[in-house]
């Protein structure tokens, strides 16, 4: 069963940074997408920043220019730098990976980021 799991979230000033890491248990080598998702309270999820195939990489609006998103097959880790970060950044982060072998997406459980004076 391959498994994801999320670190780094935390509560942050306005204008800070964090970065988070998504582990996964099985090689993210030969893998079709993988990105990072958030969600508010009361909000749909929403796509937050994506890596295609080997290094096209798409972002949110909200998020271009702040938020930086990469991987390091040696680890089997995709990160999610985030900076200048904003009350309106508060959420949920999940990230999402599907391999070019599998059917389906496989999502972590979830950190929480609260962006707070």
């Known amino acids: 069963q391959v498994q994801l799991v999320e670190s780094g979230g935390g509560l942050v000033q306005p204008g800070g940074s964090l970065r988070l890491s998504c582990a996964a248990s099985?090689?993210?080598?030969?893998?079709?997408?993988m990105g990072w998702y958030r969600q508010a309270p009361g909000k749909q999820r929403e796509l937050v920043a994506l890596?295609?195939?080997?290094?096209?990489?798409n972002y949110a609006d909200s998020v271009k220019g702040r938020f930086t998103i990469s991987r390091d097959n040696a680890k089997n880790t995709l990160y999610l730098q985030m900076n200048s970060l904003k009350p309106e950044d508060t959420a949920v982060y999940y990230c999402?990976?599907?391999?070019?072998?599998?059917?389906?997406?496989?999502w972590g459980q979830g950190t929480q980021v609260t962006v707070s004076s």
């Open positions: 890596i295609i195939s080997a290094s096209t990489t």
């Open positions: 099985e090689s993210i080598f030969s893998i079709y997408y």
């Open positions: 999402a990976i599907k391999w070019v072998a599998s059917a389906r997406t496989y």
